[in-house]
């Protein structure tokens, strides 16, 4: 099963962008999007299916100051395995306010600089996608009226959570 | 103090609350403290008597793009590289004279806004000091703002990256005032030559949500080149085609 990571899909481009990177190479920038703290780097286990896709970036947007697009890229388990890097579930470190989703959480641990370089290599040619923010604001105000939120981890800037919340209770006289 | 500029540079320390705070007891003064550039100790801290006039009021702005273009507060924090706009933003709020912001004087402001915001890390979905500065400068002086973005972004004059986050925040902010042109200048810069700059401004005119731009996506999807941004065009243009 293929492993979420949130990134930021513009740094990713396969195409000339920037115009001095050679096919194949990636920029160095790209690799802001897999810094890594005490050597790890959290991910969230998505199904074959991608049945909770939404599910995760939901959860995890609902960590930020306000809902906006969604980009991420699944890595694939056995390009993790062929490349020997170490993953271990850990879902006391997953922070977002749905306890499923938390318990999804894994860490890719004990990285090297060499397999930082391996990972950046994965996710390049792993699956990138971007959810829009008018698409991501309705994921999140549906999961609020199906009450799959601990409302009070929620950490959106209070606009934005009166936004989504709006967008709920839409829901309910609907 | 004006006159003394142009013996050595200084450093002028000016926050926030200088320009909130004063207006209520002292209406007529803020708080200044300028201090030797060189040995970064103080020189002069007191109040400085409010400008009457408006050739004095540009004689000042002069004197901060001078600093700016200068890069004299390259070891400065943010909150000094306000001087410039919140200066002129608050004689503008609080007094009778009304200080005409063009894209001269911002662009310097600007310039040095985006040369900061390069050491900032921007995560979608998340404020930064810099988006907070962007939109606060914007609200303060509206169209010459915009103007002067609209002059610094499309051609890249600017670190990309941090033109692509401004454009997310030019479309999320909320100033009516500035609707029509920050949502002009986010459709032209669909048509930028540089892919990140393109996706700024769509991620900008996706969070205003407004059809407008389709016609502008019409275009931009044509002649993307880059067929993950090209996807992203058509996820947009979907979510507007819906509404």
Same mark, same amino acid.
């Given at each position: 099963?293929? #492993?979420?990571?949130?990134?930021?899909?513009?740094?990713?481009?396969?195409?000339?962008?920037?115009?001095?990177?050679?096919?194949?190479?990636?920029?160095?920038?790209?690799?802001?999007?897999?810094?890594?703290?005490?050597?790890?780097?959290? @991910?969230?286990? @998505?199904?074959?299916?991608?049945?909770?896709?939404?599910?995760?970036? @939901?959860?995890?947007?609902?960590?930020?100051?306000? @809902?906006?697009?969604?980009? #991420?890229?699944?890595?694939?388990?056995?390009?993790?395995?062929?490349?020997?890097?170490?993953?271990?579930?850990?879902?006391?470190?997953? #922070?977002?306010?749905?306890? *499923?989703?938390?318990?999804?959480?894994?860490?890719? #641990?004990?990285? *090297?600089?060499?397999?930082?370089?391996?990972?950046?290599?994965?996710?390049?040619?792993?699956?990138?996608?971007?959810?829009?923010?008018?698409?991501?604001?309705?994921?999140?105000?549906?999961?609020?009226?199906?009450?799959?939120?601990?409302?009070?981890?929620?950490?959106?800037?209070?606009?934005?959570?009166?936004?989504?919340?709006?967008?709920?209770?839409?829901?309910?006289?609907? | 103090?004006?006159?003394?500029? $142009?013996?050595? +540079?200084?450093?002028?320390?000016?926050?926030?609350?200088?320009?909130?705070?004063? /207006?209520?007891? $002292?209406?007529?003064?803020?708080?200044?403290?300028?201090?030797?550039?060189?040995?970064?100790? +103080?020189?002069?801290?007191?109040?400085?008597?409010?400008?009457?006039?408006?050739?004095?009021?540009?004689? &000042?702005?002069?004197?901060?793009?001078?600093?700016?273009?200068?890069?004299?507060?390259?070891?400065?924090? =943010?909150?000094?590289?306000?001087?410039?706009?919140?200066?002129?933003?608050?004689?503008?709020?609080?007094?009778? =004279?009304?200080?005409?912001?063009?894209?001269? $004087?911002?662009?310097?402001?600007?310039?040095?806004?985006? /040369?900061?915001?390069?050491?900032?890390?921007?995560?979608?979905?998340?404020?930064?000091?810099?988006?907070?500065?962007?939109?606060?400068?914007?609200?303060?002086?509206?169209?010459?703002?915009?103007?002067?973005?609209?002059?610094?972004?499309? $051609?890249?004059?600017?670190? =990309?990256?941090?033109? /692509?986050?401004?454009?997310?925040?030019?479309?999320?902010?909320?100033? +009516?005032?500035?609707?029509?042109?920050?949502?002009?200048? &986010?459709?032209?810069?669909?048509?930028?030559?540089?892919?990140?700059?393109?996706?700024?401004?769509?991620?900008?005119?996706?969070?205003?949500?407004? +059809?407008?731009?389709?016609?502008? &996506?019409?275009?931009?999807?044509?002649?993307?080149?880059?067929?993950?941004?090209?996807?992203?065009?058509?996820?947009?243009?979907?979510? &507007?085609?819906?509404?």
């Amino acid at each position: 099963m293929p #492993y979420l990571h949130k990134i930021r899909k513009a740094k990713w481009y396969k195409n000339d962008d920037p115009p001095w990177l050679n096919p194949n190479e990636i920029q160095a920038d790209a690799l802001t999007d897999i810094g890594t703290k005490d050597n790890e780097l959290s @991910v969230y286990l @998505v199904d074959h299916q991608k049945n909770n896709l939404d599910q995760v970036a @939901v959860a995890l947007s609902l960590t930020r100051d306000f @809902v906006s697009n969604f980009d #991420y890229a699944l890595i694939r388990e056995e390009d993790l395995e062929n490349a020997r890097i170490k993953i271990r579930s850990d879902p006391k470190k997953g #922070y977002t306010p749905d306890e *499923t989703v938390n318990s999804q959480h894994f860490d890719i #641990y004990e990285i *090297t600089a060499q397999e930082l370089l391996t990972l950046a290599s994965i996710i390049r040619n792993s699956e990138i996608a971007r959810i829009t923010e008018i698409k991501m604001k309705e994921k999140a105000a549906k999961a609020l009226f199906e009450k799959r939120i601990d409302l009070t981890k929620i950490r959106l800037k209070s606009e934005s959570r009166k936004e989504i919340e709006q967008l709920a209770s839409k829901m309910v006289n609907e | 103090m004006i006159g003394s500029q $142009t013996k050595k +540079p200084m450093i002028w320390d000016l926050s926030d609350r200088d320009f909130q705070s004063n /207006s209520a007891t $002292t209406p007529n003064n803020f708080d200044v403290n300028v201090a030797d550039f060189e040995q970064g100790k +103080p020189i002069k801290s007191g109040w400085l008597p409010f400008f009457t006039s408006e050739m004095e009021i540009n004689i &000042l702005l002069n004197f901060i793009n001078i600093l700016l273009e200068g890069n004299y507060f390259k070891n400065s924090t =943010i909150s000094s590289m306000k001087t410039g706009w919140l200066l002129s933003a608050n004689l503008a709020k609080n007094s009778t =004279i009304k200080v005409k912001e063009t894209p001269a $004087t911002l662009i310097p402001v600007f310039l040095h806004m985006f /040369s900061i915001a390069r050491d900032e890390e921007f995560e979608d979905g998340m404020e930064t000091q810099f988006s907070k500065d962007l939109k606060q400068v914007i609200r303060t002086t509206g169209q010459a703002a915009v103007n002067a973005l609209s002059e610094l972004i499309p $051609t890249g004059r600017v670190n =990309i990256e941090v033109c /692509s986050e401004a454009l997310r925040w030019i479309g999320r902010m909320d100033d +009516p005032a500035t609707y029509e042109s920050r949502r002009w200048l &986010l459709e032209r810069c669909l048509s930028s030559n540089f892919p990140r700059i393109r996706d700024g401004a769509l991620l900008g005119l996706s969070a205003m949500n407004d +059809p407008d731009a389709i016609q502008y &996506l019409h275009f931009a999807i044509q002649h993307e080149e880059i067929n993950e941004l090209k996807e992203d065009f058509e996820q947009v243009l979907r979510d &507007l085609e819906e509404q």
